[in-house]
């Protein structure tokens, strides 16, 4: 669970919950926080879309992949590059 975050963050903005996408979708974010992150999505078209390609490609990265485990190095390079891609978009 990430704890670097404050409890009161407002999840009104959509770039603030597609930067938490997959923390959500890994279900290591907060009670409160993926709430609130399933109240916009559910306000919110465009977060939707985005929210489903993310979970399609993990879903798709776990067929493949899934009984390898990652470094943690190479999984918070990817997060970061994923990151930068969605900003960029």
Same mark, same amino acid.
């Given at each position: 669970m990430n704890v670097d975050r404050p409890?009161? /963050?407002?999840?009104?903005?959509?770039e603030h919950v597609l930067e938490r996408v997959y923390e959500f979708l890994d279900n290591e974010i907060d009670a409160a926080s993926g709430d609130a992150i399933r109240r916009h999505l559910a306000m919110c078209e465009k977060c939707l879309?985005?929210?489903?390609? /993310? /979970?399609?490609?993990?879903?798709?990265?776990h067929r493949c992949c899934g009984d390898e485990v990652a470094p943690s190095h190479l999984r918070m390079k990817i997060v970061t590059q994923l990151t930068v891609l969605r900003r960029t978009l």
């Open positions: 409890q009161d /963050e407002s999840f009104d903005d959509c879309d985005q929210f489903d390609v /993310e /979970e399609a490609v993990k879903s798709m990265v």
